[in-house]
């Protein structure tokens, strides 16, 4: 029985003299939720295509459940690339019905589908006069028609109200767990992706910097204690000497201290005790944007964009 | 296969456009027929219009070639415009399938269009038409024609029909190749005459600086003739064959060389699809 979904070995893509992909390696494990996150341009979109055979890579392969990427095992797979591509001048149960044609499915299956999309009441209405946030949503319920195994979905929130985001993060949840369904998605929203997916693969400028999994993540965005108090120098020292903390570092006004919270009442009695008034103290913990941020240096933070030196 | 055919003529007889452009190429047939079952009928006129010169003017009225190249760029470049080549392209069928269905569907749409100046022309001849015997053998076909002889019928008709798929063959590797709907019209209209214009600029060129060798200006000459009569935009002509000096044969040959356009643009079409990287 195949282990992995999906797995890509040195996948690389030149556009003219541009590196665009550079020794992609991923795994993605059956039944997994791929969280694939990178800022605007780092090449996830890029990577999918060349999956989906949409574009050649320069070099490197695609294995698919199991076995180097067949007609067959394309079959298996569903998706939705950047905008969903849709015949505007005919209504959303029509784009479900010429597309069952080729990519399987029931009229039973349309029907079910839109409404898990939540469709059901404008299935007669022409797709031209659709928003954003319901073409994006007709476009998942496309690529849902024949059962695929695995899903890629690049920016599947893209346009979505909070309401549509959590609608679409429900029925991802819900296929998963029902179906088994292998997702791969795309995004460069972590706060979403946070939500359901269980890997991470991070991309930035064309190279995978990692893939980790939710559990090895929670276990590497630890705790901080974070001090505001006088003579800092002596303050470090104590906290050498009493807990040895040797990476706490000074960040302005502020001491921040890698520590359990359980030891912050200790910390605070210890430099109380010898002399150092403290001002104030917070029990920090690191989130997942932090520390993926620091592994990329640029992301997308939900309506802005962040950007590092 | 069977699955794509069947997408691709769902989205061909559920375009709105196709009725449309059927409609276009009915109009001025019917008005055709309209004069010439009223105006120049007479029942005693013993030089009145043969079936012949009949589907002629039928042909050249209905502007097909205009028609086609505007459907078939709609056509081609549809997916591209709408993005659903993405969902098409990803799902594991082979490009050569892929370009054989839309194809198939596309040159339906033109043979739809020259049935319907076919099914008048043939009504409207049956109806006002000279009889005339159609001579079927070899030398009917064959044959030399004298001044003002006609080919043989079901020749002509075949033969138009030719010119018609590979008009659109033509049309649609370029449909392939652009992948924009306005280009891709311009250049179907213009590509053929320009290729024309130049492969005549050469001839011209090469003749003035063969002017002392008159046998190779003469075969240079010649040669411009022989790829005018059988280059696509002339092709389409139904004049060809009424003068002086033609064979019968040379409908002959323009099927052969039609079903070679077919061939040769229909394989570059599909080339290129095979080839296409989906940005």
Same mark, same amino acid.
């Not at chain 1, 029985?1 to 556009?15: C, D, I, P, S």
């Not at chain 1, 591509?85 to 959303?92: E, I, K, M, R």
């Not at chain 1, 990329?296 to 309506?303: D, E, I, Q, R």
């Not at chain 2, 590797?173 to 209209?189: D, N, P, R, Y």
């Given at each position: 029985?195949?282990?992995?979904?999906?797995?890509?070995?040195?996948?690389?893509?030149?556009?003219?003299?541009?590196?665009?992909?550079?020794?992609?390696?991923?795994?993605?494990?059956?039944?997994?939720?791929?969280?694939?996150?990178?800022?605007?341009?780092?090449?996830?979109?890029?990577?999918?295509?060349?999956?989906?055979?949409?574009?050649?890579?320069?070099?490197?392969?695609?294995?698919?459940?199991?076995?180097?990427?067949?007609?067959?095992?394309?079959?298996?797979?569903?998706?939705?690339?950047?905008?969903?591509?849709?015949?505007?001048?005919?209504?959303?149960?029509?784009?479900?019905?010429?597309?069952?044609?080729?990519?399987?499915?029931?009229?039973?299956?349309?029907?079910?589908?839109?409404?898990?999309?939540?469709?059901?009441?404008?299935?007669?209405?022409?797709?031209?006069?659709?928003?954003?946030?319901?073409?994006?949503?007709?476009?998942?319920?496309?690529?849902?028609?024949?059962?695929?195994?695995?899903?890629?979905?690049?920016?599947?929130?893209?346009?979505?109200?909070?309401?549509?985001?959590?609608?679409?993060?429900?029925?991802?949840?819900?296929?998963?767990?029902?179906?088994?369904?292998?997702?791969?998605?795309?995004?460069?929203?972590?706060?979403?992706?946070?939500?359901?997916?269980?890997?991470?693969?991070?991309?930035?400028?064309?190279?995978?910097?990692?893939?980790?999994?939710?559990?090895?993540?929670?276990?590497?965005?630890?705790?901080?204690?974070?001090?505001?108090?006088?003579?800092?120098?002596?303050?470090?020292?104590?906290?050498?000497?009493?807990?040895?903390?040797?990476?706490?570092?000074?960040?302005?006004?502020?001491?921040?201290?890698?520590?359990?919270?359980?030891?912050?009442?200790?910390?605070?009695?210890?430099?109380?005790?010898?002399?150092?008034?403290?001002?104030?103290?917070?029990?920090?913990?690191?989130?997942?944007?932090?520390?993926?941020?620091?592994?990329?240096?640029?992301?997308?933070?939900?309506?802005?964009?962040?950007?590092?030196? | 296969?069977?699955?794509?055919?069947?997408?691709?003529?769902?989205?061909?007889?559920?375009?709105?456009?196709?009725?449309?452009?059927?409609?276009?190429?009915?109009?001025?047939?019917?008005?055709?027929?309209?004069?010439?079952?009223?105006?120049?009928?007479?029942?005693?006129?013993?030089?009145?219009?043969?079936?012949?010169?009949?589907?002629?003017?039928?042909?050249?009225?209905?502007?097909?070639?205009?028609?086609?190249?505007?459907?078939?760029?709609?056509?081609?470049?549809?997916?591209?415009?709408?993005?659903?080549?993405?969902?098409?392209?990803?799902?594991?069928?082979?490009?050569?399938?892929?370009?054989?269905?839309?194809?198939?569907?596309?040159?339906?749409?033109?043979?739809?269009?020259?049935?319907?100046?076919?099914?008048?022309?043939?009504?409207?001849?049956?109806?006002?038409?000279?009889?005339?015997?159609?001579?079927?053998?070899?030398?009917?076909?064959?044959?030399?024609?004298?001044?003002?002889?006609?080919?043989?019928?079901?020749?002509?008709?075949?033969?138009?029909?030719?010119?018609?798929?590979?008009?659109?063959?033509?049309?649609?590797?370029?449909?392939?190749?652009?992948?924009?709907?306005?280009?891709?019209?311009?250049?179907?209209?213009?590509?053929?005459?320009?290729? /024309? /214009?130049?492969?005549?600029?050469?001839?011209?060129?090469?003749?003035?600086?063969?002017?002392?060798? /008159?046998?190779?200006?003469?075969?240079?000459?010649?040669?411009?003739?022989?790829?005018?009569?059988?280059?696509?935009?002339?092709?389409?002509?139904?004049?060809?064959?009424?003068?002086?000096?033609?064979?019968?044969?040379?409908?002959?040959?323009?099927?052969?060389?039609?079903?070679?356009?077919?061939?040769?643009?229909?394989?570059?079409?599909?080339?290129?699809?095979?080839?296409?990287?989906?940005?």
């Amino acid at each position: 029985m195949e282990e992995f979904a999906l797995r890509t070995f040195g996948l690389t893509k030149k556009f003219g003299g541009k590196m665009v992909l550079n020794n992609v390696s991923m795994n993605i494990r059956k039944g997994d939720i791929y969280g694939f996150i990178g800022p605007n341009g780092a090449g996830k979109t890029t990577a999918m295509k060349i999956i989906l055979d949409l574009l050649k890579p320069t070099s490197g392969e695609v294995e698919l459940f199991g076995s180097m990427r067949t007609s067959g095992s394309l079959s298996r797979v569903g998706s939705l690339i950047e905008s969903p591509g849709l015949y505007t001048g005919c209504s959303a149960i029509e784009n479900m019905k010429r597309f069952s044609i080729i990519c399987g499915g029931t009229d039973k299956d349309i029907l079910f589908y839109l409404r898990m999309v939540g469709l059901e009441g404008v299935g007669n209405k022409k797709v031209g006069a659709f928003s954003l946030g319901m073409k994006q949503r007709l476009g998942i319920a496309i690529a849902l028609l024949g059962d695929p195994e695995l899903l890629i979905l690049d920016e599947p929130v893209n346009g979505l109200d909070p309401m549509g985001m959590r609608d679409v993060r429900d029925i991802i949840q819900f296929i998963n767990k029902e179906r088994g369904v292998t997702f791969f998605i795309s995004s460069h929203l972590l706060g979403e992706l946070e939500k359901i997916a269980n890997v991470y693969g991070v991309i930035n400028c064309g190279m995978l910097m990692e893939e980790i999994t939710s559990a090895e993540l929670d276990r590497r965005c630890g705790f901080s204690v974070r001090v505001r108090c006088e003579q800092q120098d002596k303050a470090l020292q104590l906290l050498k000497e009493n807990f040895g903390v040797e990476n706490a570092q000074a960040e302005g006004e502020f001491l921040n201290i890698p520590a359990d919270p359980a030891v912050s009442s200790k910390i605070n009695e210890v430099l109380v005790t010898s002399g150092i008034p403290v001002h104030e103290l917070t029990i920090n913990k690191m989130s997942y944007e932090d520390y993926l941020l620091s592994r990329m240096g640029t992301l997308n933070v939900g309506n802005g964009v962040g950007q590092y030196a | 296969m069977l699955k794509l055919l069947k997408f691709e003529y769902r989205r061909l007889f559920r375009r709105i456009s196709l009725y449309v452009c059927l409609g276009i190429v009915a109009v001025p047939v019917l008005y055709v027929f309209y004069l010439i079952g009223t105006v120049y009928f007479d029942e005693n006129d013993v030089s009145r219009m043969s079936m012949f010169q009949i589907l002629q003017q039928m042909i050249s009225i209905a502007n097909l070639n205009t028609l086609i190249v505007v459907f078939t760029s709609i056509f081609g470049c549809e997916d591209k415009a709408r993005g659903t080549v993405k969902t098409i392209y990803s799902l594991g069928y082979s490009r050569y399938k892929i370009f054989f269905a839309k194809f198939a569907a596309s040159a339906t749409a033109a043979a739809m269009m020259y049935a319907v100046v076919l099914i008048f022309g043939l009504i409207c001849g049956l109806l006002f038409a000279e009889t005339s015997y159609q001579d079927v053998s070899s030398e009917g076909i064959l044959g030399r024609m004298e001044y003002a002889e006609e080919p043989n019928l079901v020749v002509y008709i075949i033969q138009q029909f030719m010119i018609i798929m590979g008009v659109h063959a033509f049309y649609y590797m370029i449909a392939e190749l652009i992948q924009k709907t306005g280009v891709s019209i311009v250049l179907g209209i213009f590509a053929p005459g320009i290729v /024309s /214009s130049i492969y005549g600029v050469i001839t011209f060129i090469m003749c003035n600086i063969s002017e002392g060798n /008159s046998e190779l200006v003469e075969k240079l000459g010649e040669a411009y003739s022989t790829f005018l009569m059988y280059w696509l935009p002339t092709t389409m002509s139904s004049v060809v064959g009424l003068f002086g000096g033609m064979v019968k044969i040379d409908y002959v040959i323009s099927i052969i060389v039609n079903i070679g356009y077919v061939m040769l643009f229909g394989g570059l079409g599909m080339l290129i699809t095979c080839k296409k990287q989906i940005k």
